[in-house]
């Protein structure tokens, strides 16, 4: 029988670049397009490394990987059910072996077409060689930075766009260049060669609610970004920039994408933590949009998923498109740099708060001190219904060098074993605080001490914007809590509070992805996306999930300059409130409406008094219906105070002047449906 593929990393260990920076070293990105054409071609070999080979595992055609040819079935025949990681405590360290085995079969692709370039040039300098063999050695898969201030105004980069690229080649000179062929971009597209089985039109609908938008993945030929609803479709870049930039609403837009994100560096450090029983379940809390210890009665922190805006991110760019379906995501180059990203931020994550782990299960608050193991509903094909999932179980079907399965613990950025050694790195994280500029290094020891985690948190939320937070209520407004509630060591955000929605939708409702937004004046402020696959897929976890109503769970945060808007126009009356949470609470819940929309932007669902016209909704045509209680969204307003680590040096710092420590939020509070009263969601 044949060998697997073993996932060993390309040797040495270099950085991934950000695409962009990546397209401007003429040898490196030369040498990754060729690289990446190379290992899409139907005859590459091994063809456990071929592009297409590797973009199904994700997906269809749920066929045993040929890079993992001898596992055995735990389930019986004819029930295999992938290899699907999503709403799990596995999410994001089963996506890094993932990316790992395109990383490397680009990489070996790129050295062997230096070599041979090489080679083949009649007149070339031992200079110029040595150039193209470092640039060929050092090359590692590029991520997209979606978080990076420039998306507000660029949208997606250019280089991500269909275009033909033509380079010049090993031996050229100014006098005489050597030119490639031209070449057609292939990070913008792949071509099936041939489409894969199982290949399925996809329709949005439900019994209630239908939109009529229809993928059709049989007939296409190719992957598509935002197509419209035809066999021959044409790409939407401008609804992709548009969305990207939050020109009109903000639904997926940069700035949205960066606040999550840099929400997720506000959980607290360990110290602050009354329990370590705890750490299990703020891991569980941050890598995934199913929060299965919430039960545990620990509380959300409110920072949020890392998958999260990972789902966000699939729908922006897919629309109708393979994106915004994980049956097909995989087969689109740009799934690979998205996920580099997501990647990247995992690891300062995991170096910032390396206590925060998944380790044997999570436990109880105040119970018996044992652990409860996590679980993955029928998740793999190896894997019965509900089993125990924890720190050493199998990421198949990727294998180390030693021929074993990869475990979550081998994946952990800072484990350096003789088993492991995923030969990249990521650039520093660098922001400007106290006027002089700090770096956060992946190199650097681990933080030991609460005050380390907050140095490298400081660094990190400066990056994203996030501790540059105004006094949204107004000078007049003053915050005041009581006394015990404030963590020792830190002192209150004046005239600021963070109200968020806490948002719980049924992940196959309406079969394939879609997204709830918020809106204020008629205008989407924020989205929360469930990413999913069609209903006749065959991934074993998605059906069990859709049969059982599966949920997943994530907030919507209401920007600042939404509250300081409400608060301006009520400004009289907040002056006067007793409780000004509980008054901006309640004002805040006549401002807001919320609706359900298809991966594409088409209505699925929206809220509208009972009181209105009896039995017609928005629509029309759905006279006497409601949306099936199973699969209505529940929708609460959630919100915190802000504190920062005192210091001593800053305490001259006034009120709208940003402080230089890092934010916690503290002082969470529930304050009931956001929909309050005779409310009812009508079908589309």
């Known amino acids: 029988m044949s060998e697997p593929y073993k996932i060993t990393g390309l040797k040495g260990v270099y950085p991934r670049r950000e695409i962009r920076d990546l397209a401007e070293d003429e040898k490196q990105f030369c040498l990754f397009i060729h690289a990446l054409q190379a290992v899409k071609q139907p005859d590459y070999r091994p063809k456990a490394a071929r592009f297409q080979d590797l973009g199904g595992i994700h997906g269809l055609p749920y066929e045993r990987w040929s890079g993992d040819p001898n596992a055995p079935d735990a389930l019986p025949e004819g029930l295999w059910g992938g290899y699907?990681?999503?709403?799990?405590?596995?999410?994001?360290?089963?996506?890094?072996?993932?990316?790992?085995?395109?990383?490397?079969?680009?990489?070996?692709?790129?050295?062997?077409?230096?070599?041979?370039?090489?080679?083949?040039?009649?007149?070339?300098?031992?200079?110029?060689?040595?150039?193209?063999?470092?640039?060929?050695?050092?090359?590692?898969?590029?991520?997209?930075?979606?978080?990076?201030?420039?998306?507000?105004?660029?949208?997606?980069?250019?280089?991500?766009?269909?275009?033909?690229?033509?380079?010049?080649?090993?031996?050229?000179?100014?006098?005489?260049?050597?030119?490639?062929?031209?070449?057609?971009?292939?990070?913008?597209?792949?071509e099936f060669a041939p489409t894969p089985d199982g290949f399925q039109d996809q329709i949005f609908s439900t019994s209630m609610a239908k939109t009529g938008a229809m993928s059709y993945f049989k007939t296409w030929e190719r992957t598509y970004r935002w197509p419209s609803s035809k066999l021959n479709p044409i790409e939407d870049y401008v609804k992709i920039n548009k969305l990207l930039r939050g020109a009109k609403d903000a639904r997926g837009s940069a700035k949205q994408l960066r606040e999550s994100i840099g929400n997720l560096f506000c959980y607290p450090a360990p110290g602050e933590v009354p329990d370590e029983h705890q750490f299990p379940s703020l891991w569980d809390e941050?890598?995934?949009?199913?929060?299965?210890?919430?039960?545990?009665?620990?509380?959300?922190?409110?920072?949020?998923?890392?998958?999260?805006?990972?789902?966000?991110?699939?729908?922006?760019?897919?629309?109708?498109?393979?994106?915004?379906?994980?049956?097909?995501?995989?087969?689109?180059?740009?799934?690979?740099?998205?996920?580099?990203?997501?990647?990247?931020?995992?690891?300062?994550?995991?170096?910032?708060?390396?206590?925060?782990?998944?380790?044997?299960?999570?436990?109880?608050?105040?119970?018996?001190?044992?652990?409860?193991?996590?679980?993955?509903?029928?998740?793999?094909?190896?894997?019965?219904?509900?089993?125990?999932?924890?720190?050493?179980?199998?990421?198949?079907?990727f294998r180390t060098k030693d021929g074993e399965y990869w475990t979550p613990d081998q994946t952990r950025f800072f484990n350096r074993s003789s088993t492991l050694d995923t030969g990249y790195t990521y650039p520093d994280i660098v922001a400007t605080v106290?006027?002089?500029?700090?770096?956060?290094?992946?190199?650097?020891?681990?933080?030991?001490?609460?005050?380390?985690?907050?140095?490298?948190?400081?660094?990190?939320?400066?990056?994203?914007?996030?501790?540059?937070?105004?006094?949204?209520?107004?000078?007049?407004?003053?915050?005041?809590?009581?006394?015990?509630?404030?963590?020792a060591g830190h002192r209150i955000v004046p005239s600021y509070h963070r109200f968020y929605t806490f948002v719980e939708l049924v992940g196959h409702a309406f079969g394939g992805s879609y997204s709830l937004e918020v809106l204020y004046k008629k205008r989407v402020i924020g989205s929360f996306a469930v990413l999913t696959r069609g209903d006749a897929t065959q991934c074993a976890s998605c059906k069990v999930r859709r049969k059982a109503g599966g949920e997943v769970r994530g907030i919507v945060d209401i920007p600042d300059e939404t509250l300081q808007d409400i608060v301006e126009s009520e400004s009289e009356a907040l002056a006067t409130a007793d409780d000004l949470v509980e008054a901006l609470s309640k004002l805040i819940k006549t401002k807001l409406t919320v609706r359900l929309v298809d991966a594409a932007g088409n209505l699925l669902a929206d809220t509208v008094a009972r009181g209105g016209v009896p039995g017609i909704g928005p629509s029309g045509n759905n006279e006497g219906r409601r949306l099936e209680a199973a699969i209505t969204p529940r929708v609460r307003l959630q919100s915190a105070g802000a504190v920062r680590k005192r210091d001593e040096t800053l305490e001259s710092t006034h009120d709208g002047k940003p402080s230089e420590a890092d934010i916690t939020f503290f002082n969470h509070a529930d304050h009931g449906d956001l929909l309050e009263g005779p409310v009812a969601w009508l079908p589309y």
């Not at 998306?151 to 033909?164: F, N, R, S």
């Not at 894997?383 to 924890?390: F, G, L, V």
């Not at 106290?434 to 990056?463: A, F, M, Y």
Request: hydrophobic content about 35%; overall charge negative.
């Open 434 to 487: 106290n006027g002089q500029e700090r770096r956060v290094k992946l190199s650097d020891p681990l933080p030991e001490t609460d005050q380390e985690v907050h140095d490298i948190r400081n660094v990190i939320q400066t990056h994203f914007g996030v501790n540059k937070k105004a006094p949204v209520l107004g000078p007049q407004l003053k915050m005041t809590y009581d006394d015990g509630s404030v963590p």
């Open 286 to 397: 941050f890598s995934n949009t199913l929060f299965e210890s919430k039960k545990a009665g620990w509380g959300a922190t409110g920072c949020g998923s890392i998958e999260s805006p990972h789902n966000t991110v699939h729908l922006v760019l897919g629309g109708l498109g393979d994106m915004a379906n994980n049956d097909y995501a995989g087969y689109d180059p740009i799934f690979y740099l998205h996920h580099c990203n997501i990647d990247r931020i995992l690891a300062f994550w995991e170096y910032t708060y390396h206590k925060y782990w998944v380790d044997s299960g999570y436990y109880k608050k105040d119970g018996d001190g044992k652990p409860i193991p996590f679980t993955q509903p029928e998740g793999t094909w190896d894997e019965s219904n509900n089993a125990p999932i924890d720190r050493s179980t199998s990421l198949q079907p």
């Open 84 to 190: 699907c990681n999503h709403q799990s405590v596995l999410f994001p360290v089963w996506h890094r072996p993932y990316v790992l085995a395109l990383e490397q079969s680009v990489g070996e692709a790129a050295i062997r077409i230096a070599r041979r370039w090489i080679e083949d040039a009649e007149h070339i300098t031992e200079e110029d060689k040595a150039a193209w063999t470092e640039a060929a050695k050092a090359l590692r898969f590029p991520f997209w930075d979606w978080t990076d201030k420039s998306t507000e105004t660029e949208g997606l980069p250019d280089v991500l766009k269909p275009q033909v690229f033509q380079f010049e080649l090993p031996g050229s000179t100014p006098a005489e260049p050597i030119l490639s062929d031209p070449i057609e971009n292939p990070l913008a597209f792949h």
